[in-house]
């Protein structure tokens, strides 16, 4: 089908969406019949996620893997793989999750659910919230990452964003003293302070 009459369809079901040029670079053909006018050829980013490869007769050779032949005489296979690569998924989700902070994990795919915050490790009122929020959320399946470094609130909020989990949880003096927790969504960025109560069950509902 000419470039033509693809662009002057109203809807292009799959197999027509396959049909249209697509190429790397270095297998660019403009001669190609398919291939649209270079004033209507876009160049965009991709990763390359999946892939395929042409063995062609290497191991069935060394394996003496035969198949018969048109005519029932024995002949090598001819071989090939495809797989998706699981550590190029994880780029390809940062390329399409992210801001200028650090990532933004999906829920679905992030290493953990929750941040969890400790504002100010060695205080006795905010390591015991955070341990018992801790423990009642891994109690209810909830995944969480617990930073109880002795660090600025700067940098650990700093590192959380960077690390991009879904929720984060923040227990700081202020707000122990007054019974509420902040909890983040890190992909909206919107925040809410809430009892310990509501957050943890904001959380595992």
């Known amino acids: 089908m000419a470039y033509d009459e693809l662009a002057a369809k109203d809807e292009i079901d799959l197999e027509t969406l396959s049909k249209l040029y697509a190429?790397?670079?270095?297998?660019?053909?403009?001669?190609?019949?398919?291939?649209?006018p270079a004033d209507r050829l876009k160049e965009a980013r991709g990763i390359e996620v999946g892939h395929i490869f042409y063995l062609g007769t290497k191991y069935s050779k060394a394996m003496n893997a035969v198949v018969a032949g048109p005519g029932g005489e024995p002949v090598?296979?001819?071989?090939?793989?495809?797989?998706?690569?699981v550590s190029r998924l994880m780029g390809a989700i940062i390329e399409a999750y992210?801001?200028?902070?650090g990532i933004k994990w999906p829920e679905t795919v992030a290493p953990f659910k929750v941040g969890l915050v400790n504002l100010k490790s060695g205080d006795a009122a905010c390591d015991k919230v955070?341990?018992?929020?801790?423990r009642t959320l891994s109690e209810e399946g909830v995944e969480v990452l617990y930073d109880d470094r002795d660090e600025r609130a700067g940098v650990k909020f700093a590192d959380m964003d960077l690390i991009g989990l879904p929720w984060q949880l923040v227990a700081g003096p202020k707000g122990v003293a007054a019974g509420v927790v902040e909890l983040k969504n890190r992909h909206t960025g919107d925040k809410a302070e809430l009892s310990v109560e509501a957050a943890l069950a904001r959380l595992t509902a």
């Not at 190429?23 to 291939?35: F, G, L, R």
């Not at 090598?76 to 690569?85: K, P, R, T, W």
């Not at 955070?130 to 801790?134: A, I, W």
Request: a negative charge; charged letters at 30%.
């Open 23 to 36: 190429v790397t670079d270095e297998k660019h053909d403009p001669n190609a019949p398919n291939c649209p």
């Open 76 to 85: 090598l296979a001819e071989m090939g793989c495809y797989g998706i690569g």
């Open 98 to 101: 992210h801001d200028d902070r």
């Open 130 to 134: 955070c341990e018992d929020m801790y």
